[in-house]
């Protein structure tokens, strides 16, 4: 029995690789995210990412992630979309971002190394309460890792 879910498992994973070594450079970036975040207390994130050129060479950002967060001895998993807007292309940009969860709103600034590597700096607005607990809400710095399945924007 378990070696048909390791044969099946290593299966699933030969059609993955295949699928992903066959991805072309596109006019979008798409791939997983995985980033932290302190604010009020530890968040680790993940979740998925579109990027897609808007005006030139600008590029806008949507993630949606899952926030995992231990904090006031509690457990938690907060859902999470953002948008983002990259005014340029440059190896070193700067960036503005706005974060929404059920919860927060946290409007944030950074600097994103090719969009593969992201540090920002926000402060998150309490827009409703978390049954037992504080609100969610202060000074937020993240650290954003993103790692593209198709690696380059087509202009």
Do not use: C
């Not at 975040?37 to 949606?64: E, N, V």
């Not at 402060?123 to 650290?143: H, Q, R, T, W």
Request: without cysteine; charged residues 15%.
């Amino acid at each position: 029995m378990r070696s048909k879910t390791i044969y099946k498992l290593l299966g699933s994973l030969v059609v993955l690789l295949a699928i992903v070594s066959n991805l072309k450079a596109q006019d979008h970036l798409i791939g997983p995210t995985l980033s932290y975040q302190f604010q009020k207390g530890s968040i680790i994130k993940t979740g998925a990412y579109f990027a897609f050129p808007f005006i030139g060479d600008h590029i806008l950002r949507a993630d949606a992630t899952a926030n995992f967060t231990w904090t006031q001895r509690k457990f938690a998993v907060i859902p999470e979309a953002a948008v983002t807007y990259y005014p340029q292309t440059y190896v070193l940009t700067p960036f503005v971002r706005a974060e929404f969860t059920p919860y927060t709103f946290t409007p944030k600034v950074g600097v994103s190394l090719a969009t593969l590597v992201d540090i920002d700096f926000g402060y998150g607005f309490s827009i409703n309460e978390k049954k037992d607990y504080n609100p969610i809400k202060g000074f937020a710095v993240s650290l954003r890792f993103s790692i593209p399945l198709n690696y380059r924007i087509n202009m």
